[in-house]
């Protein structure tokens, strides 16, 4: 195994126990054992626990920026609209990782760390730069204050809904308007009512 393949499993794994037990809840031998490697090797690529806990925050949001740039990219030219929707989706068919993600960073918040996720000097959720211009094509005119409000609002929007409808807790049947299609439908109008307030 590589260096980079060790260093892969390793975050995968972390990520995975991270968002299971929390911080606290989870040992440097634990991760080794499951992940099947040395101690040392963690020592190696990430020097602790909590620079390997601050480093699976980070390829987790580099992992959903790069995921979003991507949908940009499939859907080509797109209404902010489309584009939110094909992100809800996205998480819709990826709930698991979804969820695990937004367990460790609740969960442990205190430990997050500060530059991760920042693309350039945008401050806003992963892949909040390409909502930002897609959101800015529409509305070329927006002051960009105001622009990032909008991704702010839209993103949570959509991780909102997509954590709720992919929860066990959530009865689907007995719940009016919680269907795919209403929530879709939500987004879409939440989009909506915020591009016109820019």
Not at 28 to 51: C, L, P, T
Not at 161 to 189: F, G, P, Q, W
């Amino acid at each position: 195994m590589t260096d980079k393949d060790t260093k892969g499993k390793i975050l995968k794994i972390a990520h995975e126990l991270f968002s299971q037990k929390g911080y606290d809840g989870v040992s440097v031998r634990e991760i080794s054992s499951a992940a099947g490697v040395n101690i040392s090797a963690i020592s190696y690529h990430f020097e602790n626990k909590e620079k390997l806990f601050q480093e699976t925050i980070r390829s987790s949001m580099t992992e959903m920026s790069n995921t979003v740039k991507e949908l940009r990219e499939a859907l080509g030219k797109s209404s902010t609209s489309e584009l939110a929707l094909t992100i809800y989706d996205y998480f819709i068919k990826n709930s698991e990782n979804l969820k695990l993600s937004f367990k460790m960073f609740v969960i442990d918040a205190h430990i997050f760390p500060h530059d991760a996720g920042q693309e350039d000097d945008f401050i806003g959720p992963p892949g909040g730069k390409v909502i930002f211009d897609c959101i800015m094509e529409e509305c070329p005119n927006a002051k960009e204050d105001d622009v990032i409000w909008a991704v702010r609002t839209i993103f949570t929007q959509v991780v909102h809904k997509a954590l709720l409808m992919s929860s066990h807790c959530v009865n689907h049947n007995a719940c009016k308007n919680m269907s795919i299609e209403d929530t879709r439908s939500h987004i879409a109008r939440v989009v909506r009512v915020v591009l016109n307030d820019l």
